[in-house]
């Protein structure tokens, strides 16, 4: 399947892997709503190819994995801006995690405000020892959007969430693994290696088990209450139990 063509993104598929790759290096791969389209078009081809068992977002250049928001496009009287539009655009950052396979951000670099929003999207994030990360919005008279202060919370708890968007600083990579900010960090020359590692543990699993599990983890996190999680995931688990992949999965396991 040939993927765009885009503006602002890069995508390759290799090996049951998409990498998609923010290509704004000049900007420090600031997401206007160009790119963000981008992203969002990517994912859905993402859902429509059979080959893909992961996706990897990453930033281009050696500097950054986003620098967050292009704030040229937020400059201006209210009037200047269409609400409809931006509430479009800012939904896209949801696109990773909506997505059926799982997703990784490699952050290597600068990953703040609108980049930390996105990479939180992604199921796990792996981040080289130099990235710092950030939600500077209230700097520039702003607060986070996109759902990102409930994706801030679940990760990080209130009270670390509180403390990155009211003095908007900065972290560094080892602050941010120890919060729960991301998952793991690497030195940078081996952060390539280890999302190629982790990627390719998933595609020993059973994808189809893979993409419910994440489905009903994802189910879990927005259900107001654990009944309706447990509902959610008992419909799954039976979904899955009936599928030649656990039969299959079950008896070679066995003949071991």
């Given at each position: 399947?040939?993927?765009?063509?885009?503006?602002?993104?890069?995508?390759?598929?290799?090996?049951?892997?998409?990498?998609?790759?923010?290509?704004?290096?000049?900007?420090?791969?600031?997401?206007?709503?160009?790119?963000?389209?981008?992203?969002?078009?990517?994912?859905?081809?993402?859902?429509?190819?059979?080959?893909?068992?992961?996706?990897?977002?990453?930033?281009?250049?050696?500097?950054?994995?986003?620098?967050?928001?292009?704030?040229?496009?937020?400059?201006?009287?209210?009037?200047?801006?269409?609400?409809?539009?931006?509430?479009?655009?800012?939904e896209r950052f949801r696109a990773p995690h909506?997505?059926?396979?799982?997703?990784?951000?490699?952050?290597?670099?600068?990953?703040?405000?609108?980049?930390?929003?996105?990479?939180?999207?992604?199921?796990?994030?792996?981040?080289?020892?130099?990235?710092?990360?950030?939600?500077?919005?209230?700097?520039?008279?702003?607060?986070?959007?996109?759902?990102?202060?409930?994706?801030?919370?679940?990760?990080?708890?209130?009270?670390?969430?509180?403390?990155?968007?009211?003095?908007?600083?900065?972290?560094?990579?080892?602050?941010?693994r120890e919060v729960g900010l991301v998952t793991?960090?690497?030195?940078?020359?081996?952060?390539?290696?280890?999302?190629?590692?982790?990627?390719?543990?998933?595609?020993?699993?059973?994808?189809?088990?893979?993409?419910?599990?994440?489905?009903?983890?994802?189910?879990?996190?927005?259900?107001?209450?654990p009944g309706i999680a447990r509902e959610r995931?008992?419909?799954?688990?039976?979904?899955?139990?009936?599928?030649?992949?656990?039969?299959?999965?079950?008896?070679?396991?066995?003949?071991?």
């Amino acid at each position: 399947m040939e993927y765009g063509p885009f503006r602002h993104l890069r995508v390759a598929v290799e090996d049951g892997v998409a990498t998609l790759t923010m290509d704004r290096p000049e900007r420090h791969n600031a997401l206007n709503a160009a790119t963000l389209r981008d992203l969002d078009r990517a994912f859905a081809e993402v859902e429509t190819d059979d080959s893909v068992e992961a996706a990897v977002v990453e930033g281009a250049g050696e500097e950054a994995f986003s620098a967050g928001a292009d704030l040229e496009e937020y400059a201006g009287e209210t009037t200047d801006h269409d609400r409809a539009a931006k509430e479009r655009q800012h939904e896209r950052f949801r696109a990773p995690h909506d997505c059926s396979v799982p997703t990784v951000a490699k952050v290597d670099g600068y990953c703040v405000g609108g980049g930390l929003v996105l990479a939180l999207y992604c199921d796990l994030r792996i981040a080289s020892g130099r990235s710092t990360f950030g939600l500077p919005t209230a700097a520039v008279g702003m607060l986070p959007t996109g759902g990102a202060t409930r994706r801030l919370v679940d990760a990080v708890g209130e009270t670390t969430a509180k403390e990155l968007v009211f003095t908007a600083e900065r972290i560094d990579a080892a602050r941010a693994r120890e919060v729960g900010l991301v998952t793991e960090t690497v030195p940078a020359a081996d952060l390539d290696d280890r999302v190629d590692d982790l990627v390719a543990s998933m595609a020993e699993v059973g994808s189809e088990a893979l993409g419910r599990a994440k489905r009903s983890i994802n189910a879990a996190v927005a259900a107001p209450d654990p009944g309706i999680a447990r509902e959610r995931e008992a419909s799954l688990w039976w979904a899955q139990f009936e599928r030649p992949e656990r039969r299959d999965r079950v008896e070679s396991f066995l003949e071991e």
